[in-house]
Nanobody
């Protein structure tokens, strides 16, 4: 059973920083792309940042230059460093990973349970 477990959310003042982590565990052959999404109240879930296994990255325009995604393949973990946080960054942040459970199998998307990030003074 593959699981993604997130950590690092919380309450921070505008201009502050947080670092989110997401570790994948269970029986897996390979983790392909990983990413972070967020969902604010009353809004659709949106991609924040993504990273391939080869560490190519992409970002939403709203976080470009403030957020940095990275991964450690030896730990099956993806990180999101968030700097200069703004009130509009307030949302539940979800980790996503596209995982092959065994060699030759199709890759499927797995999701974490979500972690709340609140930016407020």
């Amino acid at each position: 059973q593959v699981q993604l477990v997130e950590s690092g959310g919380g309450l921070v003042q505008p201009g502050g920083s947080l670092r989110l982590s997401c570790a994948a565990s269970g029986s897996m052959f390979k983790i392909n792309a990983m990413g972070w999404y967020r969902q604010a109240p009353g809004k659709q879930r949106e991609l924040v940042a993504g990273i391939t296994r080869g560490v190519s990255t992409n970002y939403a325009d709203s976080v470009q230059g403030r957020f940095t995604i990275s991964r450690d393949n030896t730990k099956n973990t993806v990180y999101l460093q968030m700097n200069n946080l703004k009130p509009e960054d307030t949302a539940v942040y979800y980790c996503n990973a596209r995982i092959q459970v065994w060699a030759g199998a199709a890759a499927y998307d797995y999701w974490g349970q979500g972690t709340q990030v609140t930016v407020s003074s």
